[in-house]
């Protein structure tokens, strides 16, 4: 466990580091910048499931829109999941 991961009092508290990321995304449209936040929990709930990443915008928002993520045993696997998720649909613009 590392240091900080010892100030976690309960597993209950879910305690995490953050990790921010920034990934830009080509389109006809041009060029969209996606902000991407991996928590790397202490006691994740699935044991197997320490990092989870989060882009800060929703994709294919006309269809079916949804905000990429990304889950791994390591902070590349949630982080390459993300972004291959952000490429899997376009991005529409906001809705309103």
């Excluded at 900080?4 to 305690?15: I, K, N, V």
Aim: aromatic share 12%; proline share 6%.
């Amino acid at each position: 466990m590392k240091e900080w991961g010892f100030a976690q009092t309960s597993p209950a508290q879910e305690l995490a580091l953050l990790h921010f990321f920034s990934v830009k995304k080509q389109q006809a449209s041009g060029e969209i910048e996606f902000r991407i936040t991996v928590k790397e929990y202490v006691t994740p709930k699935e044991p197997t499931m320490h990092f989870f990443a989060q882009a800060d915008k929703e994709i294919n928002q006309n269809t079916a829109p949804f905000k990429p993520v990304g889950w791994g045993k390591t902070l590349l696997d949630a982080l390459a999941e993300c972004i291959r998720s952000i490429n899997r649909f376009p991005y529409e613009g906001d809705v309103r």
